[in-house]
């Protein structure tokens, strides 16, 4: 049977690493994998992870997605000369209290989180679109479905996400081309050690003594996830390959059930009142806070 070829941004470290190892490691070599990265010099994680030689299954491809030019030489180089199934996986985040952010770094995060994803999928729909065949995997996040104090940019990225991706799964039936989401909740990857993170230790930081504590008290529940709650990125390829393996995907996949009641409030209560109540005690209340002292 003829090879899938899928192409997978972000695969320097963390989910997209896994995944493209996972599929380029195959034992009916089903996939030929494009694992793309902006930055080359870190492929010797990737080199490592994958077992003996897959010069049929794997190729190492340099894509950066706020590069219009580094998605198009990608596009270019793959010799199948097509994508049948497309993962925009690149993400990066951004912590901290709003008023502290410069234009310049929100800018950052919606230039790869949005518009990264945007021009990757923009790259590869209209080859899609003639061959009437496809499929585009995207890694949400529940910062996508759900306000996170202190991470306002960063959900406002995710949010987005999902409204292009709703907005086109609508149109793309007509073209038999699929859009899934993947949402995750606390992963154990790099991308905590990645975020752009405002440090309270910084003297720069000029912000309010009560915001200051709510900060705190946000990043020690934030350690608390992903000490009890994190998954393993081999449970989020597991998701991945059942989206990939089905006959018909669905739009929304969870990789974790736990995450989903909070979620779930949104739609109990349309006027948001129990969501924000729930999380704000979650996060904040005394005794879920344990906040150190
Ligand atoms: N880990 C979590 O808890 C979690 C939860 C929900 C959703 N997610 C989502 O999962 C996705 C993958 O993140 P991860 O957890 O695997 O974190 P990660 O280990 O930090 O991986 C992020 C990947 O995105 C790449 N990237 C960043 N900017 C890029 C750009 N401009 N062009 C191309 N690649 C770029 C990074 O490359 P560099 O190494 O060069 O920076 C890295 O390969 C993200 O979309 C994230 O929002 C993660």
Not at 80 to 94: F, H, K, P, S, T
């Amino acid at each position: 049977m003829e090879q899938k070829v899928v192409l997978i941004t972000g695969c320097s470290s963390g989910i997209g690493l896994s995944l493209a190892v996972h599929l380029a490691s195959d034992l009916s070599k089903a996939y030929k994998v494009y694992a793309t990265m902006r930055n080359l010099d870190k492929k010797q994680h990737l080199l490592e992870s994958v077992t003996g030689l897959h010069r049929d299954t794997l190729a190492i491809l340099q894509m950066d997605i706020t590069d219009q030019h580094s998605i198009l030489a990608a596009q270019r180089s793959i010799t199948e000369g097509r994508v049948d199934i497309l993962v925009c996986n690149a993400g990066v985040g951004l912590m901290g209290p709003l008023e502290v952010q410069s234009e310049d770094t929100m800018r950052g995060i919606l230039e790869v989180n949005l518009l990264g994803t945007i021009r990757t999928i923009q790259t590869f729909l209209p080859d899609m679109k003639r061959r009437k065949h496809g499929r585009i995997l995207v890694t949400g996040s529940m910062g996508g479905l759900q306000g996170l104090p202190f991470n306002e940019v960063y959900c406002a990225s995710k949010f987005a996400v999902e409204g292009v991706c709703e907005s086109l799964a609508i149109l793309l039936q007509h073209f038999n081309i699929h859009v899934s989401l993947i949402e995750c909740g606390p992963v154990n990857t790099n991308f905590l050690r990645n975020l752009t993170k405002t440090e309270l230790s910084d003297v720069s930081v000029e912000v309010d003594a009560d915001t200051r504590s709510l900060y705190e008290m946000y990043l020690h529940h934030c350690q608390k996830m992903f000490q009890n709650a994190a998954q393993d990125t081999d449970d989020i390829v597991q998701v991945f390959l059942e989206v990939i393996q089905s006959p018909c995907p669905l739009f929304r996949y969870y990789t974790n059930s736990a995450l989903l009641p909070l979620s779930s409030l949104k739609l109990t209560a349309l006027d948001g009142s129990q969501y924000i109540r729930a999380m704000s005690k979650l996060i904040f209340s005394v005794e879920n806070a344990d906040t150190p002292k």
